[in-house]
């Protein structure tokens, strides 16, 4: 079945540091893939998508690029602000499956001053 | 336009208790999931209604859990008896008509139970 695999963290950074959090998946056919971020105290947002090769989502200064060569959407920012602290998640859907959403295990973002 | 609505936004109950999470989807929106996460594990699908039908529900760990949407608009999520494993937090997930294009998937705040 498919499954998405994203680095462990908690990862701790400095304000204005750059941030990648790596993210690879398995699927049984051409899957959409996405980025969903979660705030302190607040539901799954969706941060950015890409739903074909080489096609890249974009947000908040945020960046993800659909590599299916690598079978990866690893997300990156160039400056984090306090603001990006949060748990982001990887995850990935197949319309032949109904677009349920198969999650990567998250990764926490903690940017201090 | 109001988001994705869960209640209640904590629970907590004995082991063996019933409890019954609601979800109202965004107005409009024909497909609703469940989710649940799991104490430090990863957000995993429960299951998927296209209106009142459930679509799939391959996720549902066991017969404990009973979904219901009612007239296709709102829906429950049933957890009798239960057990101290079904501690987590639940999320609802709203999106418009799948067709051939993939729908963004609109999540509410999730409900936070705890088994004791």
């Known amino acids: 079945g498919d499954s998405v695999t994203q680095m462990e963290g908690p990862v701790t950074l400095s304000e204005e540091a750059f941030l990648t959090i790596n993210c690879t998946y398995t699927?049984?056919?051409?899957?959409?893939l996405f980025w969903y971020v979660q705030y302190p105290g607040e539901g799954l947002q969706l941060l950015l998508k890409?739903?074909?090769?080489?096609d890249k989502g974009s947000n908040k200064g945020f960046e993800a690029t659909y590599r299916k060569e690598t079978t990866s959407f690893h997300l990156e920012k160039g400056s984090v602000q306090v603001s990006d602290s949060a748990v982001y998640f990887c995850a990935l859907s197949e319309l032949a499956a109904g677009n349920k959403l198969t999650f990567g295990g998250g990764t926490r973002v903690l940017v201090k001053p | 336009e109001a988001g994705v609505t869960q209640f209640p936004s904590h629970s907590v109950i004995e082991k063996g208790q019933t409890v019954t999470l609601r979800c109202d989807p965004i107005s409009g929106h024909d497909n609703l999931y469940w989710y649940r996460r799991v104490m430090g594990k990863e957000i995993k699908f429960l299951l998927h209604f296209v209106k009142e039908s459930k679509q799939d529900e391959s996720g549902m760990p066991n017969n404990r859990f009973l979904a219901e949407r009612t007239g296709g608009t709102y829906s429950t999520l049933k957890v009798q008896p239960a057990e101290l494993e079904d501690s987590g937090v639940y999320f609802c997930?709203?999106?418009?008509?799948?067709?051939?294009?993939?729908?963004?998937?609109?999540f509410g705040p999730g409900t936070r139970l705890l088994v004791l």
């Open positions: 997930a709203s999106s418009q008509d799948i067709g051939s294009a993939q729908k963004t998937q609109y």
């Open positions: 699927a049984t056919g051409y899957p959409s």
């Open positions: 890409a739903t074909k090769a080489d």
